[in-house]
């Protein structure tokens, strides 16, 4: 595929006007493997169209982007899905419970960058983002995903759902909703679904300028 560059306000431009735009996280607990992840995309014939990291300041901010990404799914606050895989410390409390749970799975740093020590700060792995043009693609990257998830659980030794996160598959239906402000809950995200994050409002949210720094201050505020 012939990759191009945009600019962060055309890629969020793309991806809330193209049903081709997708959108992939590469949280930091699979952070050290973006090679793995792109080697996936080119030989699915996927074009990355922009890339950036996203420079969120602390545990908050980090917290915040999870509940942005996965916003309207009811596991957020119920937690629903802590089973499948259980954290040493236990449960976390609420409110946002799942979101909570999230974080702690999605947030892991590779064991030599030396945990979220403040010695470390200035290497820390922060997640990485691309907005990708399915158009052209060989193979579907939501059949795909499991298998690189496989791969980024066996190389990092995280669980590989919690090394990626791809945005669903936004139709024109869904597309529409969301251009005129229309309820988009009703498209999914209720109960156990995972199956309402799309591209429109990811890459808003982890994109515009303004967002992050809502992120941040917003964070900022929460932990004092």
């Given at each position: 595929?012939?990759?191009?560059?945009?600019?962060?306000?055309?890629?969020?431009?793309?991806?809330?006007?193209?049903?081709?735009?997708?959108?992939?996280?590469?949280?930091?607990?699979?952070?050290?493997?973006?090679?793995?992840?792109?080697?996936?995309?080119?030989?699915?014939?996927?074009?990355?169209?922009?890339?950036?990291?996203?420079?969120?300041?602390?545990?908050?901010?980090?917290?915040?982007?999870?509940?942005?990404?996965?916003?309207?799914?009811?596991?957020?606050?119920?937690?629903?899905?802590?089973?499948?895989?259980?954290?040493?410390?236990?449960?976390?409390?609420?409110?946002?419970?799942?979101?909570?749970?999230?974080?702690?799975?999605?947030?892991?740093?590779?064991?030599?960058?030396?945990?979220?020590?403040?010695?470390?700060?200035?290497?820390?792995?922060?997640?990485?983002?691309?907005?990708?043009?399915?158009?052209?693609?060989?193979?579907?990257?939501?059949?795909?995903?499991?298998?690189?998830?496989?791969?980024?659980?066996?190389?990092?030794?995280?669980?590989?759902?919690?090394?990626?996160?791809?945005?669903?598959?936004?139709?024109?239906?869904?597309?529409?909703?969301?251009?005129?402000?229309?309820?988009?809950?009703?498209?999914?995200?209720?109960?156990?679904?995972?199956?309402?994050?799309?591209?429109?409002?990811?890459?808003?949210?982890?994109?515009?300028?303004?967002?992050?720094?809502?992120?941040n201050s917003r964070a900022s505020e929460i932990a004092s």
């Amino acid at each position: 595929p012939v990759s191009m560059h945009l600019s962060a306000s055309n890629a969020i431009s793309f991806c809330q006007t193209s049903t081709a735009a997708a959108v992939l996280t590469v949280w930091p607990s699979g952070g050290s493997h973006l090679n793995e992840v792109h080697n996936w995309l080119e030989t699915s014939g996927v074009a990355v169209v922009h890339s950036s990291s996203v420079p969120l300041k602390s545990p908050e901010a980090e917290l915040l982007s999870v509940m942005a990404l996965y916003d309207g799914e009811d596991w957020l606050e119920s937690n629903c899905w802590y089973g499948e895989q259980p954290l040493p410390e236990g449960p976390p409390d609420g409110p946002f419970a799942g979101a909570k749970w999230k974080h702690a799975l999605c947030f892991k740093q590779p064991p030599q960058i030396g945990g979220n020590s403040p010695e470390s700060s200035s290497t820390k792995v922060v997640p990485s983002v691309l907005v990708l043009n399915i158009e052209d693609a060989t193979s579907s990257l939501w059949r795909s995903k499991y298998q690189v998830r496989a791969r980024l659980a066996s190389l990092s030794g995280n669980p590989g759902n919690s090394c990626i996160h791809l945005t669903d598959e936004q139709n024109e239906g869904i597309l529409r909703k969301y251009q005129t402000g229309q309820d988009r809950t009703s498209a999914g995200g209720g109960g156990m679904d995972c199956d309402s994050s799309y591209a429109y409002t990811c890459a808003r949210a982890l994109l515009h300028p303004a967002s992050i720094d809502w992120l941040n201050s917003r964070a900022s505020e929460i932990a004092s």
